[in-house]
């Protein structure tokens, strides 16, 4: 029994203080990955979050900067458990436009990173009611800008939806019905 006890304390003394806001973002980096196309620079860096017990969760920090400028954050995905940092993620169109997605998250700048969209799927309104969210399952944009996202939605059991884009990306619009996802 005073093992047991022991045992839950500790657990929720380390639960804790992985979550103090007092531990610098350093020491809860895991990784970060950068790119770029010359003057535009994409950088995404994950941190220890609080996830399910016992496994870390993580908090993917999405940031672009242009020339000589500073960094600034675009958009932070989290993950209930953390995995490596998508790099296959982020899309360089051309020298002024690049979108990159993650779990619910679409971002994308057609002005050389200076300004972004970001797109998120539990915002977004479903023809059917019954959707509440989705998880990005691929994206595709053109030089022309038409695109196509589809999503895993849910509620639904593994069905997906696709979304087509005219504008790169700014605006998704769903044509027909759901289809059975590719995995």
Excluded at 41 to 61: C, E, N, Q
Excluded at 100 to 110: D, G, L, N, Q
Aim: glycine fraction near 8%; hydrophobic fraction near 35%; charge should be negative.
């Amino acid at each position: 029994m005073m093992k047991n006890f022991s045992l839950c304390v500790v657990a929720l003394f380390v639960a804790a203080l992985t979550s103090c806001s007092w531990i610098g973002s350093e020491s809860r980096r895991l990784e970060s990955w950068q790119t770029d196309n010359g003057m535009l620079r994409i950088r995404i860096t994950s941190y220890r979050d609080p996830g399910f017990v016992p496994l870390p969760g993580a908090s993917y920090v999405f940031e672009s900067s242009f020339g000589n400028d500073g960094w600034h954050e675009i958009a932070t995905v989290h993950k209930d458990l953390a995995e490596p940092i998508p790099t296959e993620s982020v899309h360089f169109v051309d020298d002024q436009t690049v979108f990159m997605s993650m779990r619910w998250m679409f971002a994308v700048s057609t002005n050389g990173g200076r300004d972004w969209h970001v797109w998120d799927s539990g915002s977004h309104k479903y023809a059917n009611p019954d959707i509440e969210w989705g998880t990005i399952e691929s994206v595709s944009i053109n030089a022309d800008g038409k695109g196509e996202m589809i999503l895993q939605v849910f509620p639904s059991s593994g069905r997906c939806q696709a979304l087509f884009s005219q504008d790169f990306g700014q605006t998704w619009t769903e044509r027909g019905s759901h289809s059975e996802c590719s995995n």
